[in-house]
Structures are given as structure tokens and as C-alpha cells.
């Protein structure tokens, strides 16, 4: 899963839709963000192409921005109890943090913070 | 035990019954609040007035599932969630209507100190995109209001296999079956296409498209004297397209004619092209790529032709009912326009399944009535109520260049229902404040009020011609519920400088014979 290629990377997952008119507006800025933090990694939903995912993730309005970061350290014990349990505890379905609107400059503040 | 006790009161005792009981006993847990069926409430149809019924009797705790599909238009255009409302009228249209508006009040700045570079010019392309993606969002919106309300939503396409049980097909041909305790369609209905004119399917195209054209459709002739056929002729004409208006008869049936005609005066005064008393009879398709059109004047039985880049077809809506087998569950229909009928509780010959909206018979095709009777039909059938839906004074407003707004009976209802002598009728015409600057031409506007001659004077029925009619009307369609009369209206005072004041201002009655212009004051 792409989260999980992530690694200890900090995750910005963009929701947003073709007829959002700040999508369309902050799309640039994101864009330089991206360029600027080379360690963190963005990626963008496009909530009518992927309904399923905007769904799982519980999207109310776009733009979205969650963030994701593997906190738990992975070792031998942990990966044994994964494939044993099945335990999903290791992966990110939750975002670490959540924001609504194209306040950017409140998002690079969030991203350099937990990067 | 209690699960099979409620099914008993709901279903017909027979021999299906019984095997199907033993079945649902076992199900019946796992399926929760639903017992029998795999949904307590069906609605088919996510347009104004079901996703209404569906929000509503979720909220009520039930178990509940909207299927909506749109069959594209025989143009291809297609649309998501919301209904015709949200796509293919009410919403777009007010937009390209303020969008025509806008245009005109560029104009008047100049009066006010504007320094305004001529000419004007207007981008279709511009106004359809913002338009466009304003609609996608409501789609969006409504989606999301669904899943946070825990209704379940398909985007099948439904048909009745029997009193219970709805086939739903998928885009790509998946079928599913899907069965409820209660059922309410709420399909709507979509624009009729001209039986016997060659051509009118194929070059033609209806206001299930022009909201959604790329570019922009030039040259119009719009077939129709409805209101959707005024009011698009109407945004046509006010972003500078050269726009004609062709009618077999009256405009406006339906509303009140003296109304009608003032609308349609202003039209005429404003740039757009009637063609009076006449009917199509070819759309061909020219070399160029443009559409000629031949039409009959029926007085003169004179025949004649024309060029256009777009023929829009305005001519009436259809139920959507022909594709849903309604003879499987039993759901009777009026034969001669296909409308399913139903009573004061909006119920079908079929108890448990219900119609709301455009599609069933005698309702008016308005969107916050569908939306209205939605609700309280959901009232009934899970919360402790027993309040039906009022039909009567519903307000409503058609947003032609110069907005006719209007609530309560036409002067011919009321003279038809009290006669002539029990009929008082205030008028009077007016001048905006605004126009006086502008230097606009304020001849059509015009108010009526219909009122009972016998004192204390009941309003019958408003009828307000002139801008931001919709925001004038409003109010006093809640006087008119709670049985305002003349003399009321006399006591209320007016709002000052505005032209709904003029309401209240009132005196001149018809029978008077007194010229009714209202003067400065």
C-alpha cells in the first residue's frame, strides 16, 4: 500500500475535486511544497475519480489535507505479531492530522512540524 | 416474535407470505430495524423530493437507500446526484439568469459613475465552467449528506419486479435486487421532444443540455411558451445572443394571462424575437452546420424558414415513468399523461408505495414542494405525525428578464371560483428607484392583488411583476397562509425606498377605473 511504502515519511494526501475553485488556486503552492520538502511525500485524491477512498477516509468537503506518519517503530517482534494478528495497529488509516480549506500557510506551519 | 407481529399488520396474508416469514425470522436479526426486507424505505429517484424523504427518515432511525440514474439526454448529457433541480434547472438556471442580469447592470453602472470600457462582452465558456462546477459541488454535497446520514445510495437505474422488490442496473450492466418495506419514487421527469418534426430529435437539443453546452449556442430559437422556454429565451437574450421565441398559443398557461403578457411584453421590449401563433413543422441541417427551421403561422397557414445555430425544445415535461415497470408492483397511472396517481397522503393504488414530486399527478412541479412532501410523508410513515401536505398558495416566481412573482389564484381562478362581483382587485404600476438613474424602462412593471369584495377583503392571490420578484414574494406568501386580508394589508406599512412596498401601498382597484401608475413620493 502506498502509506506503507511511505516508511517513517511524513504523508500529505491531498483531497480535492476538478470544480473546486481553491483547489484550483493553491494547486501552484502545493506544488512548490512538495518540491521544497523532498522528505515528505505528497499525493493528490481526486474525490469523484476515487469515490470508495474519499469515503473511507470520511472527506465532508474539499480541499482536505491529511497527514500520515508510521509512528511505531518496525522490528522483528512487531512484524511477526503483524503477520500472526493481523494487526492493522503497525499501518495509518487514521491521519495524525487533519485540515480543511486552503489555508496553506497553516499547513507548511503543520508539515514542518511533524516532518 | 415482535418483528413477526409487524410484518403481520403490513403484509397480505397468502401462501408467499407464510414461506417468506419463516425465512425473514432467521434474517430478521441480523438485518436489524429492516426485519422483512433488506431496507425499510426505498426511495427511487435522489432529487429534490427524495433525498428529502431519505434524509428525513433516516434521521427517524430507519434503514433507508436512494437509487438514482440518469439516462443521458438523447444529446448525451448526463449528470450526478441531486435531481433536476440541481442540475438541469432551478439551480444553473438562476445562476445564468443573474449571469444575464449582471450584463444589464454593467450597463446601468455607467449612469451611476462607472467608467465601464464598451462593449461588454460575454464568455460562455467562462459562465458555463463556473456554473458547471458550482452544480459539482452540490452533486458532491448531497453524496456527502447521504453517507453522514447513513442513507445508502446506489447509481442504478430501477424498475419494479413486484410490490417489494426493485431490479437496479448498473452503468455497466450489473444487476442487483433490492428489496422494502415502504417505496417512494420520486423520479421526476425529464423534457418532451416533438412527436412529428422532422429532425427535432436529431438536431435539436432541450434544457437537459443547455446547461451543460461547452461553447455557446448562438444563434437560438427556442420552442416553447412555458416557463422554462421564457426564462432560458430570457438568459439567452441578456449575455447578447440573438434569440427567438417560438409559440403555438398563450404564454404562460397555466398563470395568471394578464401577468403572462406583461412578462412577455418586456421580452419583446428587451431584444428577444416572438414568433407568435406558430409551429414547427422541419428542422434541417445545413452545409454550414447550422439548423434551418421551417414553421407554419397558423392564422395565415403561411409557411416560413429560418436560420439557427441551436433549436431548443421547451415544450412540456414527461414523468419519468415509462422504465419502471409500475404494472408489476400494481402502481396506476393517469393514461393520459403518465403521472402516477396519488391521494392527500401521497400514497399510490399500491398502500406501501408512495409518489412525490414531478411524477405524480395534480402536484405542482416545484422543487420545495416535492421536498415539503418528502419530509412529512416520512413524518407519517415513521414519526407520530399525521400532517398531509398543503398544496394550495404555494409561492413561486419565474425568473424571466423582468421576475414574475406570484402566490394564491390568477384573476381568472378567482373570478371563476367567486364570480365577477365578489372579486375586488387592487393594481398599480411602479418605478423601480433604481431604474430612474439607469434609465430603464419601467412599463411592465406591474402588481396585482386579488382579493374578495366582501370585507375584511381575504387575499386571494399576489402577483408581482419586477426585479428580485422571488425576494419580494416570499413574505408575503406567509401572509397569505395566515389569511392576510386588504385591510391588513392596508395597515402594514411599507419599507421605504424599495418595490416591494408597493404591495402595501395598494389602493387603486380594477372595478375604480382610475389610472393605477403609482407617482413619486
Known amino acids: 500500500m502506498f502509506l506503507k511504502a511511505a516508511g517513517s515519511k511524513l504523508v500529505v494526501i491531498e483531497f480535492t475535486a476538478k470544480w473546486c475553485g481553491p483547489c484550483k488556486r493553491i494547486s501552484p503552492l502545493i506544488h ?35 497527514l500520515f506518519k508510521q509512528t511505531r517503530t518496525v522490528n522483528l517482534f512487531s512484524r511477526i505479531k503483524s503477520a500472526l494478528c493481523c494487526n492493522r495497529s503497525g499501518l495509518m488509516t487514521t491521519p495524525i492530522f487533519e485540515m480543511c480549506g486552503a489555508d496553506v500557510k497553516t499547513l507548511e506551519a503543520k508539515i514542518r512540524e511533524l516532518m | 416474535m415482535a418483528a413477526l407481529a409487524a410484518v403481520l399488520q403490513s403484509r397480505s396474508l397468502g401462501f408467499p407470505w407464510l414461506l417468506r416469514t419463516w425465512a425473514g425470522g432467521a434474517r430478521g436479526a441480523a438485518r436489524g430495524a429492516a426485519g422483512l426486507h433488506d431496507y425499510d424505505l426505498l426511495v427511487i429517484g435522489g432529487g429534490s423530493g427524495g433525498l428529502a424523504c431519505a434524509k428525513e427518515a433516516a434521521q427517524l432511525g430507519r434503514k433507508v437507500a436512494v437509487v438514482d440514474y440518469v439516462d443521458p439526454s438523447p444529446r448525451g448529457t448526463r449528470w450526478g446526484l441531486g435531481g433536476t433541480c440541481v442540475n438541469v434547472g432551478c439551480i444553473p438556471k438562476k445562476l445564468m439568469h443573474q449571469a444575464a442580469l449582471l450584463g444589464g447592470m454593467i450597463q446601468d453602472a455607467r449612469n451611476y459613475g462607472w467608467e465601464v470600457a464598451q462593449p461588454i462582452l460575454h464568455d460562455w465558456r467562462k459562465m458555463a465552467e463556473a ?66 418534426i422532422e429532425g427535432a430529435l436529431e438536431y ?15 444563434k437560438t430559437l427556442v420552442v416553447g411558451a412555458s416557463y422554462v422556454a421564457l426564462e432560458c429565451a430570457g438568459f439567452l437574450t441578456g449575455i447578447g445572443l440573438d434569440t427567438t421565441v417560438m409559440m403555438r398559443s398563450i404564454p404562460l398557461r397555466g398563470f395568471d394571462q394578464q401577468m403572462s403578457g406583461l412578462v412577455t411584453e418586456h421580452m419583446v421590449a428587451h431584444g428577444t424575437r416572438f414568433l407568435k401563433g406558430c409551429t414547427a413543422s422541419r428542422v434541417e441541417r445545413l452545409p454550414s452546420g447550422q439548423l434551418q427551421v421551417t414553421w407554419k403561422d397558423l392564422a395565415s397557414g403561411k409557411e416560413d424558414m429560418g436560420t439557427f445555430d441551436t433549436v431548443l425544445w421547451a415544450i412540456g415535461r414527461i414523468p419519468e415513468t415509462r422504465s419502471l415497470n409500475l404494472e408489476k408492483a400494481g402502481v396506476n397511472t393517469n393514461p393520459d399523461n403518465q403521472k402516477i396517481l396519488v391521494n392527500t397522503q401521497e400514497a399510490t393504488s399500491v398502500p406501501h408505495i408512495y409518489a412525490i ?4 399527478e395534480g402536484r405542482p412541479e416545484l422543487t420545495p414542494t416535492a421536498i415539503m412532501a418528502g ?82 377583503q381575504l387575499v386571494l392571490g399576489l402577483h408581482f411583476l419586477g426585479p428580485n420578484a422571488g425576494e419580494v414574494t416570499q413574505g408575503f406568501a406567509l401572509g397569505i397562509k395566515c389569511g392576510a386580508s386588504y385591510t391588513q394589508v392596508m395597515q402594514t406599512v411599507g419599507i421605504h425606498p424599495t418595490c416591494a412596498e408597493e404591495v402595501a401601498k395598494l389602493r387603486i382597484s380594477k372595478r375604480s377605473g382610475l389610472d393605477p401608475t403609482v407617482t413619486g413620493c
Open chain 2, 204 to 218: 435539436g437539443i432541450t434544457s437537459d443540455d443547455i446547461f451543460w453546452l461547452k461553447e455557446s449556442p448562438g
Open chain 2, 375 to 456: 419530509k412529512l410523508l416520512a413524518q407519517r410513515l415513521y414519526g407520530q405525525s399525521a400532517d398531509l401536505m398543503d398544496y394550495d398558495n404555494v409561492p413561486t416566481t419565474v425568473f424571466t428578464p423582468l421576475e414574475y412573482g406570484c402566490v394564491g389564484l390568477s384573476e381568472e381562478e378567482a373570478v371563476a371560483r367567486h364570480g365577477d362581483d365578489h372579486v375586488e382587485v387592487y393594481h398599480a404600476y411602479y418605478k423601480p428607484l433604481e431604474f430612474t438613474v439607469a434609465e430603464r424602462d419601467a412599463s411592465q412593471c406591474y402588481i396585482k392583488m386579488v382579493c374578495l369584495r366582501e370585507p375584511p
Open chain 1, 32 to 66: 512548490a511544497m512538495s518540491l521544497q520538502y523532498k522528505d515528505v511525500i505528497f499525493a493528490n485524491v481526486d474525490v469523484d475519480e476515487s469515490q470508495e477512498l474519499a469515503e473511507t477516509y470520511n472527506i465532508k468537503a474539499v480541499p482536505t489535507f491529511q
Open chain 2, 357 to 360: 414530486g414531478d411524477v405524480a
Open chain 2, 131 to 196: 456554473v458547471q462546477n458550482h452544480v459539482k459541488s452540490l452533486n458532491w454535497g448531497h453524496r456527502v449528506q447521504l453517507q453522514d446520514r447513513k442513507v445508502k445510495y446506489f447509481n442504478i437505474k430501477a424498475s419494479f419486479v413486484d410490490q417489494h422488490t426493485v431490479r437496479g442496473v448498473t452503468k455497466g450492466g450489473k444487476e442487483t435486487l433490492l428489496s422494502a418495506e415502504h417505496i417512494v419514487i420520486a423520479t421526476g421527469g425529464r423534457p418532451k421532444y416533438p412527436a412529428h
